[in-house]
């Protein structure tokens, strides 16, 4: 037989390459894990465990931003009366505050029944004024509630 011959009675080769796929994968893979925390979004949060005792106070008593079960918010630097304050005002007062202490430690003292989405924007404020400790203020768990949920 010829060589002619021979290419002719060869049928369509019914295999795939798949050498070239696996490449892609890999380098699609290190694309994602170089850019994967790079989009997470979020707002860095100190949350004190579940049955956490009081912290005891270091240096100037924190700033309170009080959210009440309506969802107004109030800022409390702990020597005025408290009044309403929409984000922008937030944001300025938060700023002032912390120039004058670079320390200033702000907490959030929400109701339960406030929307999650009220809180977060409250904590982003503090964050976007340079503040960098941002936390939560909650209440230690009833003896007796405790035991009911086991």
């Given at each position: ?5 021979r290419r002719q009675r060869r049928g369509p080769m019914a295999e795939i390459n798949v050498v ?55 800022l409390d630097f702990g020597d005025a009366d408290l009044a309403p304050v929409d984000q922008q005002l937030l ?60």
């Amino acid at each position: 037989m010829t060589r002619k011959a021979r290419r002719q009675r060869r049928g369509p080769m019914a295999e795939i390459n798949v050498v070239p796929y696996i490449d892609v994968m890999l380098v699609l893979l290190v694309i994602f894990l170089v850019t994967a925390p790079l989009i997470t979004q979020g707002v860095k949060v100190d949350l004190p465990e579940a049955n956490a005792q009081p912290q005891a106070g270091e240096g100037a008593p924190p700033v309170i931003i009080h959210i009440d079960r309506f969802g107004d918010t109030y800022l409390d630097f702990g020597d005025a009366d408290l009044a309403p304050v929409d984000q922008q005002l937030l944001y300025e007062r938060l700023r002032a505050a912390r120039a004058a202490d670079a320390t200033l430690a702000v907490v959030v003292r929400a109701d339960a029944s406030v929307d999650y989405g009220v809180v977060i924007e409250a904590m982003v404020a503090a964050q976007a004024a340079g503040i960098a400790s941002v936390g939560l203020v909650t209440q230690p768990p009833v003896a007796g509630m405790d035991e009911e949920r086991r």
